[in-house]
């Protein structure tokens, strides 16, 4: 079975520019969640989407939505870019959703870098 | 933000020898499970335990759960060059859902195994 994957790899943008990351999870798999890392902050919580549903949303501001199609796959876009939001950004897939969900298979990430 | 925290954060050892990480967590978990990540790269499950269990083994690894103390450590045995990495612990909460998601990182001990 193929992995998690996401594109682009890298990104570099602007303030005030928006962005689009996408991210395909596993064959079958139907949850699919956000995090974003930063040295900082660590890793955190953006958003976990189930069957086209938004299930759960982290503490970030309106800035970030994200959405799934009907075949699992998932964006994530960052409007009006700060410079705090260069990170590195994580999608994650699993089969199950809810508290007996099981492990979740991480894409590479995308390294976004906002100037 | 997370509700966990590894202990120690940084850990630089010999090849050969044993690599003890700790992670005490805040909120009552569902399962417990563990990460690798190699620099600035996605995430690798490595183990669950759950809340249920005491002690788990996967070929060099052994996982600990102390639930009455929210604590848990990962022993690697044996270690090698190749396990040099950051580890994370992540609990899926009982009160699953919300602005928490469903998974809870700790920030992540930094191992370093030299040859």
């Known amino acids: 079975k193929a992995g998690v994957t996401q594109t682009p790899r890298y990104l570099i943008k602007t303030r005030g520019q928006q962005v689009t990351l996408s991210c395909s999870p596993i064959s079958g798999h139907r949850s699919v969640s956000w995090y974003q890392q930063t040295p900082g902050q660590g890793l955190q919580f953006l958003f976990e989407y189930f069957s086209e549903t938004q299930r759960n949303k982290g503490n970030f501001p309106g800035r970030f939505s994200g959405r799934q199609f009907s075949n699992s796959r998932s964006e994530m876009n960052v409007s009006t870019l700060e410079l705090g939001d260069s990170a590195l950004y994580l999608c994650?897939?699993?089969?199950?959703?809810?508290?007996?969900?099981?492990?979740?298979?991480f894409g590479p990430g995308t390294r976004l870098t906002v100037t | 933000s997370q509700q966990g925290e590894e202990d120690p954060q940084a850990l630089s050892i010999q090849e050969g020898e044993n690599a003890t990480m700790n992670c005490s967590y805040k909120?009552?978990?569902?399962?417990l499970q563990w990460y690798r990540q190699n620099s600035g790269r996605g995430l690798v499950h490595l183990i669950l335990i759950r809340s249920n269990e005491r002690e788990k083994h996967s070929g060099r690894l052994r996982v600990t759960l102390d639930t009455s103390k929210k604590s848990s450590s990962l022993l690697i045995t044996a270690s090698r060059a190749a396990d040099t990495a950051s580890y994370f612990c992540?609990?899926?909460?009982?009160?699953?859902?919300?602005?928490?998601?469903?998974?809870?990182f700790g920030k992540g001990t930094k191992l370093s195994v030299k040859p």
């Open positions: 994650a897939s699993s089969f199950l959703s809810g508290r007996e969900s099981y492990e979740q298979y």
């Open positions: 992540a609990g899926v909460p009982t009160n699953y859902g919300g602005s928490q998601g469903n998974l809870i």
């Open positions: 909120t009552s978990i569902n399962n």
